[in-house]
């Protein structure tokens, strides 16, 4: 490996950590714009990431790819599921941390590469393997634990999976750059946002005119959303899937230690949920590196 080589790893590694570490404070964030609800807030996310993600498409010179690309319907009517998909799994974060549920919303997103290989294996038709049946069934009995031994359906976290999983799906089969995606996804949800938040000022319920703290903290949010998406695509680029694979269980476990922190309900019962699924995470990183060592030895 020539040290340019692994300068490059050693940059794409920092980046892609430091997106899902981004991810898993942002928490935080929101709960310090608790003052406005979550339509609101996801609202203003959006407005605000249009005109980053144009400044950052220009940046890069992907402004004419990103026009080209609305010559092909496929690709747009892709991109409009996963615009929808993409505003339920931010509404659905946004109320769950407002609301003092960040312990489900991290449950949520441990769940989600793990229905992202039952989706695999029922859609794309991939290889199963014992491990990753184990870690299915695992994150199962989690579920089922939440819904009899807790007494409540985690429809939280299983929004949050399923909307996600979904998108990362629809993702994977439109053939359009991560920046240029997301680029149409905001820009197609921006006229509901922006409808939405001149409703709300018209009825004296916005809040991005009460200051300008509050409006600082609003316009924030589009670098929340953008910031992170843009050191996980350069961790992406430079790392193995299997490396991303393992990272992204950083950002659920700093909202886990949120959520524990702040006082959030955490019940024996909730214990054994939680170990289901991080015995079923286990499982799924040790098959995720198998299969990666298995593809090296292959082209050695």
């Known amino acids: 490996m020539t040290e340019r080589h692994s300068n490059e790893i050693r940059r794409s590694l920092f980046a892609g950590l430091a997106g899902y570490v981004i991810w898993g404070f942002a928490p935080l964030y929101f709960q310090m714009v608790d003052f406005a609800g979550a339509l609101e807030i996801v609202a203003h996310r959006v407005v605000w990431s249009l005109p980053m993600l144009f400044a950052?498409?220009?940046?890069?010179?992907?402004?004419?790819?990103?026009?080209?690309?609305?010559?092909?319907?496929?690709?747009?009517?892709?991109?409009?599921?996963?615009?929808a998909l993409i505003s339920v799994?931010?509404?659905?974060?946004?109320?769950?941390?407002?609301?003092?549920?960040?312990?489900?919303?991290?449950?949520?997103?441990?769940?989600?590469?793990?229905?992202s290989v039952a989706v695999g294996v029922i859609v794309l038709r991939e290889p199963l393997g014992p491990w990753?049946?184990?870690?299915?069934?695992?994150?199962?009995?989690?579920?089922?634990?939440?819904?009899?031994?807790?007494?409540?359906?985690?429809?939280?976290?299983?929004?949050?999976?399923?909307s996600f999983t979904g998108y990362g799906y629809l993702?994977?089969?439109?053939t359009v750059d991560g920046r240029i995606g997301l680029f149409w996804e905001t820009a197609f949800i921006t006229p509901f946002a922006l409808g939405a938040l001149i409703w709300m000022q018209s009825q004296?319920?916005?809040?991005?005119?009460?200051?300008?703290?509050?409006?600082?903290?609003?316009i924030l949010a589009g670098l929340i959303t953008i910031v992170p998406l843009l050191l996980y695509i350069i961790g992406a680029r430079g790392l193995r899937l299997s490396t991303m694979g393992l990272l992204q269980f950083t950002a659920p476990s700093l909202q886990f230690a949120i959520g524990v922190l702040?006082?959030?309900?955490?019940?024996?019962?909730?214990?054994?949920?939680f170990g289901l699924i991080w015995a079923?995470?286990?499982?799924?990183?040790?098959?995720?590196?198998?299969?990666?060592?298995?593809a090296v030895a292959t082209k050695v």
């Open 262 to 273: 702040r006082g959030e309900t955490f019940t024996s019962a909730h214990l054994l949920t």
């Open 56 to 83: 950052a498409l220009w940046f890069a010179g992907k402004l004419r790819p990103a026009f080209a690309a609305l010559r092909d319907k496929r690709v747009m009517l892709i991109l409009l599921a996963t615009s």
């Open 89 to 115: 799994n931010w509404l659905v974060f946004v109320y769950a941390v407002n609301n003092g549920q960040v312990l489900q919303a991290s449950l949520g997103y441990y769940i989600n590469p793990l229905m």
């Open 132 to 162: 990753r049946i184990t870690a299915i069934v695992l994150a199962t009995l989690g579920v089922l634990n939440q819904i009899i031994a807790v007494g409540e359906v985690p429809w939280i976290s299983l929004t949050l999976a399923l």
């Open 204 to 218: 004296g319920a916005g809040h991005f005119l009460q200051g300008p703290m509050e409006a600082a903290l609003l």
């Open 171 to 174: 993702r994977k089969i439109v």
């Open 280 to 294: 079923g995470v286990a499982a799924f990183a040790w098959s995720q590196l198998r299969r990666d060592r298995a």
